[in-house]
């Protein structure tokens, strides 16, 4: 089981190239605007940490101006403009001046944060390039605010060795709109059978360890993975799913999976794990990160286990904020996903996490695949949805207007948090500092906008969510002084 493999099958034809505009030089203004060439970042580099990659282009200057500025890492919240040039913040202050300003961004009504990072994304590259790619996984980042993306090593080959790692990078630097860092398996080819060579996958760029997809099964092996990725200072994510309880499973464990005859994820298959690890890592003391947490009872442990001063942490996904297993009746593969999606009392419970402050970060799990794989038989259908650029209104709706949190708070979930998670604070990512990356996501918070796969940049459609009026939604996104996206909001009414 796991969320990366799948039939073979043609994915949607993509048409993130078909509507292309760039945003405020006034070219052709379009719908989506979509950026078309290499992403120039010169600092950090998008793959690789400090170390500077040459520029392809200079991204020249840039002001985003009359937004309301919110950096939760300085408390900073206000209405300002920010200055932008060489790829790096130069000011930030009011009434900034426009004379020799190669571009500006109107974001005047907009909140304007540090470029979002997402900790846990599927790219499909290498090996399942059908699904999706690094280059159009980047497009769906960017149109959905996103200026950093962790990605999961269960690609084809596995993401285990420097040398798939250095692929993924390079990659990235020649195709990425939106800077990835990678995170390496724990054991060789994720079997959860032989350690990883968690050294060298660090000292090449390794932003965290998990073998994601997976669960990695066994008490000793786990314990040869804490002991190891602790050496490292990095963090160890754990997809808890305890395999022998989920054999056959196809959905979560109730009335609706009786109900269709499909084999049932228990809740305790989940908890089992975290329980047993938090144990393990009592003596040990590795980072560890629960990933996409599903369970009311999974947020208990892991409440508990942070109250007793364990390192760990957890990350919610918003279809565990917003959907219960119904969405599963009529054989319904798109809300087939794993952890599945649960009931009421889980959803309230993952909330309240997000509230108290036991799940400290947001993910989306991304996960493409293709139509034609979706269009299997419930049992057969690979697990996964897309999330990218669908997040921020899904968790707007979760989260703020459910009053769980409020805005300062949720752009934390989605900037600082995930960035101290994944080391990338040292990078000067996360935040929005004078010198500093200009990392940088305009969001039109109270924009109300319709769901619509067709619209996606991602290479596939596959959400439950089709259809969905939300509010709020990213309109640019910069990654290194470049607008990667934007949306025409004036096109939309
Ligand atoms: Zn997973």
Redesign the pocket.
Known sequence: MG?GLGMGGEGVGHRWDTCATRFGRGKHRGRLGVWHGRIAVPYPDPCMGNSSSSLSRNPGTLLIAGGRVVDPASGFDQVADIAVSNGVITAIGVNLSRSGVDEVVDAAGCMVTPGLIDPHVHLREPGHEYKETIATGTAAAAAGGFTSVCC?PNTSPALDTPETLRFVQERARSTGRARVFAVAAATKNRHGEELAEIGLLDAAGAVAFSD??DCVPTPGMMQRVLVAVAKTGKVFMQ?CQEPTLTRGAAMHAGSVSVRLGLGGWPRIAEELIIERDVMLNRAVGCRYHV??LSSAGSVEIVRRARAAGQPVTAEASPHHLLLTHTECDGYNTLAKV?PPIREQSDIDAVRGGVADGTITVLAT?HAPHSHDEKSLPFEEAPMGMVGLETAFGLYREALIDSGAIGWTRLIELMTVEPAKLCGLDAMGLGKLAVGGPADITVIDTELAWTIDPAEFAGRSRNTPFAGRKVRGRPVATVVGGEVVYSLSRAAMA
Request: charged letters at 20%; aromatic letters at 0%; zero cysteines.
């Open positions: 969320n999961m994601d997809g997809h990933q996409h794993n799990d």
